[in-house]
């Protein structure tokens, strides 16, 4: 079978700036795709460019096949959800439902038919009359989901559309939009910036850096196995530290400033390094510990909060503060050693990065 998305050496522009560089992208019937990245990264432009409401300037886009790098949005036959809702105000819920059954000559008793099992589905039953002004937020979201997969696309476009929404409203959709996607089989692109927005619902996440990918894969691959200092960063491991990794005997010895060495097994880069970790792999040891196989580094703790569960420290590094959860009570000012096991960092040659700075 034909994938559903491919697209070839995508490249766009507006006007005299290049937006996407060159993009490579294949999604499978009935895949979820997250496409993540911070804004000005290329993300809602690749997006855009797969629907047809912005021209390609080099490169193919084949649905299924078909080439439509040239065909109108509305001879794609896909649909999209906006971050805006983009519903008809003077419509009603019937009528922006089954706006896009309208336009296809459905008949009307065939319309009211669809639009409620559609309603049934996003339990929004009862509401067919009733004016979309009259919504609530997430109401509105679904009927823009209702409207987009009332006309039954294979290929579901979706441009932020939970980022207005209030935070369980949010967790609520992205949960019947994923459970919507499995259980009728549609592929999906989903644009965000939320990390977990996509970790949550996608197949696979694609991370964008200056209008090219920067890595894809499940979201336990990049999330595990970041590629590049760009994206270990981009999926929260925003800590850093500088270490020297050399041989010794049958594994390496990994030595750090002002902490003590340590030695271990692990296949890693050697000579200078620097380690990208996020703030959970940390714990808090006595401050003269030695573990093969973890970093210990000196501290002392200077804030400390009780979120529930865990306590969470702040540990003062030289010039440097990490943040740090632990089960146990220690008070301020204690001395105490930040252990970051060498299994959890992840290690990029130092002399291939550039401005970072380093413990």
Aim: hydrophobic share 40%; net charge neutral; charged share 20%.
């Amino acid at each position: 079978m034909s994938a559903a998305i491919a697209i070839d050496s995508l490249h766009v522009s507006y006007g005299n700036q290049r937006v996407l560089h060159g993009v490579d992208l294949t999604v499978a019937p009935g895949e979820f795709i997250a496409i993540l990245g911070s804004s000005g990264c290329g993300k809602t432009t690749l997006l855009r460019t797969i629907a047809g409401f912005q021209k390609a300037s080099q490169g193919a886009i084949r649905l299924f096949g078909r080439d439509v790098v040239n065909m109108p949005p509305e001879k794609r036959g896909m649909a999209m959800m906006f971050q805006s809702y983009a519903l008809w105000p003077h419509m009603t819920v019937l009528g922006n439902v089954g706006y896009g059954l309208r336009l296809r000559g459905v008949a009307k008793d065939e319309i009211r038919t669809r639009v409620a099992t559609i309603l049934k589905m996003l339990n929004l039953s009862g509401l067919e009359d009733r004016k979309v002004t009259n919504l609530s937020g997430g109401q509105r979201q679904r009927v823009a989901l209702g409207r987009a997969l009332a006309i039954e696309p294979e290929i579901l476009l979706l441009d932020e559309p939970l980022s207005n929404l209030d935070a369980k409203v949010r967790l609520q959709l992205r949960s019947e939009i994923k459970s919507l996607q499995n259980r009728l089989g549609f592929t999906a692109v989903h644009v965000t910036h939320d990390r977990e927005e996509a970790m949550t619902m996608a197949d696979r996440i694609v991370v964008m850096d200056a209008g090219k990918i920067a890595q894809i894969g499940s979201p336990k691959e990049v999330f595990d196995h970041p590629n590049s200092p760009f994206v270990a960063s981009f999926m929260g491991a925003e800590n850093t530290i500088g270490l020297d990794i050399r041989t010794s005997g049958a594994g390496v010895e990994v030595a750090v400033a002002h902490g003590n060495p340590t030695s271990w097994d692990g296949a890693v880069p050697l000579g200078p390094v620097t380690a990208y970790f996020r703030d959970d792999v940390a714990s808090l040891d006595g401050p003269d510990a030695r573990i093969d196989g973890s970093i210990i580094l000196p501290g002392r703790i200077t804030q400390r909060t009780y979120p529930g569960g865990h306590y969470r420290y702040v540990v003062a590094i030289n010039d440097r503060h990490f943040t740090v959860t632990d089960d146990h009570y220690h008070e301020l000012d204690d001395a105490v050693g930040l252990r970051l096991p060498l299994a959890s960092l992840h290690l990029f040659p130092t002399d291939t990065i550039k401005g970072e700075n380093h413990a």
